[in-house]
């Protein structure tokens, strides 16, 4: 019995053996169980997305290409979706990530997710399907991080002890009472220490200087402004350039380069700093000629003076000249626009000489025929006599004021390029010698000669004689010029060729100090940044050996370099010194080979 029972058995094992077709197949239907999801009928897939705050306004906004497809239920509860799309969300997107942080739910606008929208019935995602009518993988939602600010709010109850506000504050000893010197004394020291620490993270500077510096580092320079424009070009012209370079980039925070038409020059940074010398001159003279900003819509609805704020900022962070375009009033109302009330206006604080005059010589003669336009054309609507001259003048006062501060926030608009406004506004004693009319310093012959830098030849050789007496009439020609006030126009000019003298029309030569620094640098001002401005200066005496054809030849200038070459053949007499520099700078003011 026992070894026939065995024998069974042994078949029966035999028979139990798989094939490999058939443990194959088994196999593989076990895999696809187990790896096919199975899809809860009363699940839906939604958009899971994340807003934050960004832009000139601090606005939520979404974070672009970063969505997540999370399965909820039909009717799960805003708490629930709120932690898987957090946990899912973080997972996908582990840079997002901030510890300790608390977020909530929101729509595309920022609304908080609690109720649906416009009704008191709980949210939930079936009923916010039909009442949108957009399929469910169309429908986004959108996580928040939850700021300081915002978690403080929602805590600030929880600070108070749960009895009564009656009893609370019917007797103030009870207040105290409910809170212990010790957790009054931490709150104390820990918002102050907090406060101690946003303070520190200001930077301290000692001179505008290092302000401009730190400033400089915000240039994108993956990028350039090419400006391309005429030197006598009007200042519509330049403006029109710029907002059209800048439209086509997108943005001006890029390092500004340009070209003269008809020159060869290659801007190194003396053309771009020549460019900001003539258009930020041109700014002053006509958009603020008075020192505050001329009364003009037109360039509101145009752009022009949010142009203007761009172009001087730029001019600063990339070595140009200050504006000194503004009188110390309209300077401080600039800094201060946001705190200015129009119904507390100080003749004295917020206007200009100017306006101060006109606003006290209609109060002197109100009834005058000659002051009836300027009196309604800013809105007085009253009657016009010396019994309401108050009235009058206040409101001159809030006119003038509020067009002004329109203008303004115009030229701040711009003045926000790079940071400069920012900046501006926590050191405005350091940024106001650059802003004021008054505050510019001259560039005259004394200045200009101490740049200069000759490279001498060996001492008490004959060369160095001649190179000496050179110098002097460097000086001499400065001074000249500075004491004489010379005008040449551009049909005036001589060009003398080797047997050739004849007139030519070109733009007219800045024949100043400052003017002959533009020529040797590319800048008539004096520098901002602190950094030393010198001229070198060579003496060329070969000239004759190396063409011994020529009767004159003229200083040639590397403005970029900052190098000058004198020659000395021609240039050792006061009276050639000065006829041959001067027909130099006349003839090539333009970048290139001359």
């Not at 010790?182 to 620490?197: P, V």
């Amino acid at each position: 019995m026992d070894n026939n029972s065995n024998d069974t058995h042994s078949l029966k094992r035999k028979s139990d053996v798989m094939s490999f077709g058939q443990y194959k197949a088994v196999k593989g239907s076990q895999w696809k169980e187990r790896v096919t999801k199975k899809s809860k009928p009363n699940e839906v897939g939604v958009q899971i997305g994340m807003l934050e705050r960004g832009g000139k306004d601090f606005e939520l906004k979404p974070i672009r290409n970063q969505t997540i497809l999370l399965n909820i239920g039909k009717t799960e509860s805003v708490d629930s979706i709120l932690e898987k799309a957090v946990k899912k969300y973080l997972q996908f997107y582990p840079k997002s990530h901030d510890d300790g942080a608390s977020y909530y739910l929101a729509f595309r606008d920022g609304r908080i997710i609690d109720l649906l929208p416009g009704t008191d019935e709980p949210f939930t995602i079936i009923k916010y399907k039909e009442n949108i009518g957009k399929d469910y993988s169309r429908i986004f939602l959108y996580l928040v991080k939850e700021e300081k600010e915002d978690a403080a709010e929602h805590q600030e109850d929880d600070l108070l002890p749960d009895f009564p506000l009656t009893t609370l504050f019917s007797d103030p000893h009870n207040f105290i009472d409910c809170f212990s010197i010790d957790e009054l004394q931490k709150t104390a020291n820990k918002e102050c220490d907090s406060s101690q620490k946003n303070e520190s993270q200001i930077k301290k500077y000692k001179n505008i200087c290092e302000v401009l510096s730190d400033l400089n580092k915000n240039i994108d320079d993956a990028e350039q402004l090419y400006i391309i424009v005429r030197r006598s070009a009007p200042v519509a012209r330049y403006l029109a350039l710029w907002q059209r370079e800048v439209n086509t980039k997108g943005s001006a925070n890029k390092r500004v380069v340009v070209k003269f038409q008809g020159e060869n020059g290659i801007d190194s940074g003396a053309m771009a700093k020549e460019f900001f010398a003539i258009v930020v001159r041109l700014i002053r003279e006509h958009f603020c000629p008075d020192g505050s900003p001329v009364d003009s819509m037109l360039y509101v609805q145009n752009g022009y003076f949010k142009t203007c704020g761009e172009i001087i900022a730029a001019s600063l962070v990339q070595g140009g000249p200050a504006p000194f375009c503004f009188h110390s009033n309209v300077f401080k109302m600039l800094t201060t626009i946001n705190s200015i009330d129009i119904r507390k206006l100080d003749l004295h604080i917020h206007f200009t000489e100017s306006e101060k005059q006109l606003i006290q010589r209609i109060s002197d003669d109100p009834s005058n025929p000659s002051y009836s336009d300027t009196i309604l054309e800013h809105g007085y609507t009253g009657l016009v006599s010396a019994d309401h001259t108050t009235d009058i003048t206040r409101t001159l006062m809030v006119s003038i004021t509020n067009r002004r501060l329109c203008y303004l926030k115009e030229f701040l608009s711009g003045l926000e390029l790079f940071g400069i406004f920012e900046a501006l506004q926590r050191n405005a004693l350091l940024f106001e010698p650059l802003f004021i009319t008054s505050s510019e310093r001259a560039v005259d012959a004394n200045y200009v000669a101490s740049l200069l830098i000759p490279n001498h030849s060996d001492e008490n050789s004959s060369k160095r004689i001649v190179e000496e007496k050179i110098m002097d009439n460097f000086v001499d020609f400065l001074m000249h010029l500075e004491d004489n006030k010379l005008n040449v126009t551009g049909h005036e000019i001589l060009a003398n060729d080797e047997n050739d003298c004849h007139l030519i029309s070109c733009t007219p030569p800045d024949l100043t100090p400052a003017g002959v620094l533009g020529w040797l640098t590319g800048q008539k001002h004096r520098p901002i940044f602190g950094n030393d401005l010198q001229i070198s200066v060579q003496f060329d005496h070969n000239c004759l050996e190396n063409n011994p054809k020529h009767s004159v030849c003229y200083p040639v200038v590397g403005a970029c370099g900052r190098v000058v070459t004198l020659p000395t053949k021609h240039m050792e007499k006061e009276n050639d010194f000065r006829s041959i520099f001067l027909t130099a700078i006349c003839n090539a003011q333009a970048f290139g080979l001359h």
